[in-house]
């Protein structure tokens, strides 16, 4: 089974800043990555999917990039909505199976 | 505007079973694959489930696979998970989801329900 390790655990930054979340996997996945964006007491929300296409909606700040085992999320200027937590989250052929890292806390310094 | 609410949540003990439902509106329901994921207390989430577009494939994660079966009655345009022989580590929050794509599986996620709270407890 392959694995998503985050880094780092918990990001601290305030607004306007430039923020970079990291996700590496234990194998190579290509460019099968996604990420999420969770805030407290609601459901995630698909922010990026195969590496680096914003899902529909998506602010042009939030890019992703990487492929292999090494990927990233970066938030350009980071605003006050964007605080909460993120997920990268992978796709595998054999065994069909979905996982996901666990998970950066995105917190207001 | 896409819309799924869960329901079917609670408390139950080891051992008993639970049906979660997922209704859906907002989209032509038959055309999208659908997924089932658990969110433990710890914020850890984990895939569940997946049912095919068509019905015609199901996937499982190993925790669950011979316990949970996912089904879709499309003219209701809603989701199923029947959870059998419950244990105390399947206390999560279970989501729906949809897939991003129509007439295939892209194994993303773009539209969730809100949760519902499934707790195994004696």
């Known amino acids: 089974e392959i694995v998503l390790t985050q880094s780092p655990g918990t990001l601290s930054l305030s607004p306007g800043e430039r923020a970079t979340l990291s996700c590496r996997a234990s194998?190579?996945?290509?460019?099968?990555l996604a990420w999420y964006q969770q805030k407290p007491g609601q459901a995630p929300r698909l922010l990026i999917s195969?590496?680096?296409n914003r899902a529909t909606g998506i602010p042009a700040r939030f890019s992703g990039s990487g492929s292999g085992t090494d990927f990233s999320l970066t938030i350009s200027s980071l605003e006050p909505e964007d605080f909460g937590f993120y997920y990268c989250q992978q796709r595998s052929n054999w065994p069909p199976s979905i996982t996901f890292g666990q998970g950066t806390r995105l917190e207001i310094k | 505007q896409v819309h799924l609410v869960e329901s079917g949540g609670g408390v139950v003990q080891p051992g008993r079973s639970l049906r979660l439902s997922c209704a859906t509106s907002?989209?032509?329901?038959?055309?999208?694959?659908m997924y089932w994921v658990r969110q433990f207390p710890g914020k850890g989430l984990e895939w569940v489930a997946l049912l095919w577009f068509d019905g015609s494939k199901t996937y499982y994660a190993d925790s669950v696979r011979g316990r949970f079966t996912i089904s879709r009655d499309n003219s209701k345009s809603t989701l199923y998970l029947q959870m059998n022989s419950l244990r105390a580590e399947d206390t999560a929050v279970y989501f729906c989801?949809?897939?991003?794509?129509?007439?295939?599986?892209?194994?993303?996620?773009?539209?969730w329900g809100q949760g519902t709270l499934v707790t195994i407890s004696s």
């Open positions: 195969d590496a680096s």
């Open positions: 989801a949809r897939d991003l794509e129509a007439y295939r599986s892209s194994w993303y996620l773009d539209s």
């Open positions: 907002g989209f032509t329901f038959s055309n999208y694959g």
């Open positions: 194998l190579s996945i290509g460019s099968y």
